[in-house]
């Protein structure tokens, strides 16, 4: 028996091939099912195939809090079903008073023909509280807030959402019968995709919004560390005051890589052992970073100071560093290894931005050379005074 599942949360049809039968749900009523109350769920079975099904069955298989008034319900023969041709048949499943709100699952078994394999795929709907006749209708405030705004690979984060009802006044005539306008979450879900991993639980609550009012929730976000770079969709749903003020929406959220990036802004040298090295730090990610610092490390050199903090850089801001070094090595280069440390929100990142040749230069002294000419130049002169003198002093 092969079994595949299938997640259905706000009565969008949801299908999963098996042969060439594809099995959905095509709706379910109330949305959310009630608890202590009797749920219709639709099951769609559609012939995707070229040939036809000779002898079709399906078979509902409900998991506590659901349950058939009769297991004599549970069989359906709907005989032959013909390519590009579907089947509809409605149970009634019966939710437990002692249920809890959340997701409660089924199996649909079905069978080609008879004595033929039986193929089970499992799907999920939301139980929850009853239907309501409120009109309010709760929609996203503004774009989410992600923290950090670009997510690099290996980040963990959040998304906030800011829901609010819509409505303006306190009630709305429809038809001649007035409606109070105000709005209920009876659930919110985020879902991730792969790659990414949405670490917050579905949201349920019993609460009403009134005509302006807002709720905020946050889900936590962990990219996976081997996330290409990109952008990716994660579906945000919610359930309402009943299923036509039920939402979908599909949130961005972007993967990039790119961090700082440091260039030697003049020849990286030293002259007879000491010098000063200076860099451009830019920051070439999309978003600020913070707590930006760079160190440099070689064998046998002194660096000063030993990490340099720069702070928080905004998108493509450059800063010009410089850094004293000094070092007795007699070679005549050294390789230096160019680290940044910074932040992407609440993630610390450590990075070897590159390998690069430090020259090491001998220069001779000219200022001691010129000094010992000086010397000498005052000798002679001195030299020839005294000789004039006395050449003077003896006529």
């Known amino acids: ?10 009565g969008v049809a949801c299908a999963v091939s098996g042969s ?3 099995v959905s749900v095509l709706k379910y009523e109330p949305v959310p099912a009630e608890i202590g109350k009797y749920v219709d769920i639709w099951i769609k079975v559609e012939n995707t195939g070229s040939g036809r099904s000779e002898d079709l069955t399906i ?3 409900p998991e506590y809090p659901l349950s058939l008034d009769s297991e004599a319900n549970a069989l359906e023969n709907i005989g032959i079903l013909g390519p590009e041709s579907a089947a509809v048949h409605k149970y009634r499943l019966f939710v437990d008073e002692n ?3 959340g997701v409660a699952s089924f199996d649909i078994q079905f069978q080609k023909e008879k004595n033929g394999a039986w193929v089970e795929e499992t799907f999920e709907i939301t139980v929850g509280s009853a239907a309501f006749n409120s009109k309010g209708n709760v929609q996203i405030e503004g774009a989410p807030t992600k923290e950090p705004e670009v997510f690099m690979p290996g980040d963990i984060g959040t998304i906030t959402f800011t829901l609010k009802n819509s409505a303006t006044a306190y009630s709305v005539t429809i038809n001649g019968e007035d409606f109070d306008t105000n709005a209920r979450v009876q659930s919110a879900t985020l879902k991730g995709t792969d790659g990414i991993t949405v670490a917050t639980e579905t949201y349920y609550g019993n609460g009403i919004l009134g005509p302006g009012e807002s709720m905020v929730l946050t889900y936590n976000i962990n990219v996976d560390e081997n996330l290409s770079d990109g952008t990716y969709y994660l579906d945000f749903s919610t359930i309402g005051s009943s299923h036509s003020y039920n939402n979908n929406w599909r949130i961005p959220l972007k993967v990039d890589s790119s961090s700082v990036r440091i260039v030697p802004s003049k020849p990286l040298k030293l002259e007879n052992g000491k010098g000063t090295l200076e860099f451009d730090v830019a920051n070439i990610h999309p978003n600020k970073l913070s707590s930006v610092s760079v160190r440099l490390e070689a064998d ?7 990490e340099y903090f720069i702070g928080s850089m905004d998108p493509d801001e450059l800063f010009t560093i410089q850094i004293y070094g000094e070092t007795s090595s007699d070679n005549s280069s050294q390789d230096v290894k160019i680290i940044a440390n910074y932040r992407n929100g609440l993630n610390e990142h450590e990075e070897l931005i590159g390998v690069r040749q430090l020259q090491l230069e001998t220069v001779k002294e000219s200022g001691n050379i010129s000094s010992l000419i000086l010397l000498l130049l005052i000798a002679v002169l001195a030299g020839a005074g005294y000789f004039m003198y006395k050449r003077r002093k003896q006529k």
């Open 1 to 10: 028996m092969t079994l595949v599942s299938c997640v259905l949360l706000s």
């Open 20 to 22: 060439a039968l594809s």
């Open 59 to 61: 078979k509902m298989v």
């Open 99 to 101: 249920a809890k709100q």
């Open 300 to 306: 046998g050199v002194d660096f000063s100071p030993a």
